[in-house]
Nanobody, 119 residues
C-alpha cells in the first residue's frame, strides 16, 4: 500500500509559477510510474505529466515547455514545477502512482490539491 500526499497548491496570477509536491510513503518500492492528473470543474480527469522509476517522462501537449516533472528518490517525492500558468490550468491536481503494465485507476491516489490561476 502506498500513501500519497500533495502540497504546494494555491492561488496565483496568470503568468506565475507554483511547485506541487507529492510525498510517498508505505510500499514505495512498488512504484514504477508516478503521474500528475488534473480535473477542472465539469471536465474529465486528465493526465498532465508522468515519470517512471527509470526517469522516462511524458507531458500533455498543453503543458509542454511550461511544466516540469521531477523526482527526489531520497525523499520519495515527485514534483511538478508549473510556470507561465494560465487560467485554463485551474483545476484540482492529483498525484498518483502505479506499477508498470497496470491502469492508473488501479494505483494509489492522493487527496488532490487546488490550483487556481486568476486572469
Amino acid at each position: 500500500q502506498v500513501q500519497l500526499v500533495e502540497s504546494g497548491g494555491g492561488l496565483v496570477q496568470a503568468g506565475g509559477s507554483l511547485r506541487l509536491s507529492c510525498a510517498a510513503s508505505g510500499s514505495v518500492f512498488s512504484i514504477d510510474i508516478t503521474g500528475w492528473f488534473r480535473q477542472a470543474p465539469g471536465a474529465q480527469r486528465e493526465l498532465v505529466a508522468s515519470i517512471t522509476s527509470g526517469g522516462t517522462i511524458t507531458y500533455q501537449d498543453s503543458v509542454k515547455g511550461r511544466f516540469t516533472i521531477s523526482r527526489d528518490n531520497a525523499k520519495n517525492t515527485v514534483y511538478l514545477q508549473m510556470t507561465r500558468l494560465k487560467p485554463e490550468d485551474t483545476a484540482v491536481y492529483y498525484c498518483t502512482a502505479r506499477k508498470a503494465r497496470s491502469r492508473w485507476d488501479s494505483g494509489s491516489w492522493g487527496q488532490g490539491i487546488q490550483v487556481t490561476v486568476s486572469s
